[in-house]
């Protein structure tokens, strides 16, 4: 009997809830897909008929995020694959020439990238020739102030002064890059990426990427660099 009442009380208590709640069940979705209520024909909305229409929102929301996975996971897999042809075209060059060439040839054509440059750090008279850019680590440091005071890759809006420095952008075309020196016992060149748009590269994306094949070329440089000096160039 006590049972009853106090059965009886509790469903009083959600009724008196509900009617002084009526948004109650629309604010909060997920308890209506727990529900067993039967459909009725009369009304406009029946709670079945509700309960059909979360789930079917679930359902597009949860397609949507698996389309969204499928589209990073096949994105990953060919940055993937576009990696490991560039690391190999890097390890087979036999000189610096080639190495520069090689990854300029990889950021160009089989990235898409709209602007690259690679300043090696150093002198004319000690490097030997190549694509690549080269100026002292002194003027480097005036010029690209913000990419060698990063412990990371730096990447966003970089001042006109530090794209021209970068790219040769006397004229402003670019408006973002992403920047990384290469280090190995020391500073070794400055790897740069650059876009035409201002909002392609920002300061909170990712840069595994780039990290990545500075990486490689920090590992690989060395050997090249010093070539000239030991008359192998």
């Not at 002084?20 to 909060?28: Q, R, S, T």
């Not at 067993?36 to 397609?63: F, T, W």
């Not at 990235?111 to 190549?130: F, H, N, R």
């Not at 060698?148 to 730096?154: L, N, W």
């Amino acid at each position: 009997m006590s049972k009853d009442k106090s059965t009886d009380i509790s469903v009083k208590q959600v009724r008196s809830f509900l009617r002084d709640h009526p948004a109650f069940l629309d604010e909060n979705p997920d308890i209506l897909e727990t529900m067993i209520v039967p459909h009725k024909p009369e009304g406009a909305v029946s709670l079945v008929e509700r309960q059909l229409s979360v789930l079917r929102d679930r359902n597009k929301e949860m397609r949507a995020q698996l389309d969204s996975l499928y589209t990073i996971a096949n994105d990953n897999e060919a940055m993937f694959e576009r990696t490991n042809l560039l690391v190999a075209k890097l390890l087979k060059a036999n000189n610096l020439s080639e190495l520069v060439q090689s990854l300029y040839d990889s950021l160009e054509k089989d990235y898409g990238i709209e602007a690259y440059s690679l300043t090696l750090l150093g002198t004319l008279e000690d490097l030997p020739k190549s694509l690549a850019k080269i100026s002292s680590q002194d003027k480097a440091k005036q010029a690209i102030p913000s990419v060698f005071s990063g412990v990371r890759a730096t990447c966003g809006r970089l001042s006109a002064s530090e794209m021209n420095f970068l790219f040769d952008d006397s004229l402003n075309i670019l408006g973002s890059a992403a920047a990384v020196i290469l280090r190995n016992e020391g500073n070794l060149a400055v790897l740069a990426l650059g876009n035409s748009e201002s909002t392609y590269y920002t300061e909170d994306m990712g840069t595994i990427f780039l990290d990545y094949i500075a990486e490689i070329m920090s590992l690989l440089l060395p050997n090249h660099l010093h070539a000239k000096k030991l008359n192998i160039e």
